[in-house]
């Protein structure tokens, strides 16, 4: 089953999360996302740019926990954060730059996900933006904290997303620095997208340049995506609360 599509539209690419479910990000979402991103990187010769965006009310619900709770617990939460982990480094690494259309809500490792683009745009109407793990009781892995400091600024608005487990509309977004730009509903904001990757596109920069600038930008980010070590002890602290 068809999970995201990848299309060219003028001279950019959107990448499409398909269906009208959550988005949950098991492995063999991981694995789609993951291989449309190698697409864009052997196809993007020319200057280009990458936009993420999703079907329905969802931009992505974050981890599936149910797919992990089985008798492998252990080892399959392990598996979607170590997808995911590459993943994000991709999208870092990337020769183009990146856009979030943000069309519906993103939670948790969904919430990563976007803010691992380097223009976050969000629909006004519906969706928040929802770092849930306090809600629901669980750790949170010190890469996704990583992420978070490189792409929310303020210590106020890390203290909503992380300690008061805010659910953020686009306007409360934008107001905390969390997102660049509010659109109407979902279409506008795809097309919003649109109008700013042709926009990068047009700066005709050198893919290579920009992908090692974002390296160089995030390397501490980088690193902590890399950086395994803690997966083990958190991946048994979450097995034993699902
Ligand atoms: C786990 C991996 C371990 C690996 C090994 C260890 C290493 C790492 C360890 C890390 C530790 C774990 C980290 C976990 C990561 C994860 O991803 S775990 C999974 C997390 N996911 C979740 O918890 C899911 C969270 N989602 C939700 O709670 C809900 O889906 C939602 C986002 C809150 C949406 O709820 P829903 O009821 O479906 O929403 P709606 O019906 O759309 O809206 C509710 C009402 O709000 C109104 N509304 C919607 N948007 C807006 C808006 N922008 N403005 C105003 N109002 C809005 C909407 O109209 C609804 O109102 P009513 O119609 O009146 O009800």
Redesign the pocket.
Known sequence: MEMCTLEKRGSVFILTLTGLN?H??NPALLDSIQSALHRVRSESSSSTALITTAHG??F??????AW?KTADT?HR??????K?RSLIADLISLPVPTIAAVT?????????LALSHDYVLM??????L?M??L??G????A??VAVIRSKIGSPAARREVLLRAA?L???KAAELGVVEAVEGGAEETVAAAVRLGEELVGMRWDGHAYGQIRMAVFADLLSAVRC?E??????V???SRL
């Open positions: 959550e949950r990000l009310k969802f992505s619900n974050g981890y599936d926990l992990a252990n939460l392990k598996l979607m954060d170590s995911l519906g809500h993103a939670s948790a490792a969904g919430f990563i629909r006004k109407d519906r969706g928040f929802y849930s793990e809600d629901i669980l750790p949170i892995a890469w996704f659910k509309t686009a306007e395994d803690e997966e083990e002890s958190l991946a602290k979450v097995a």
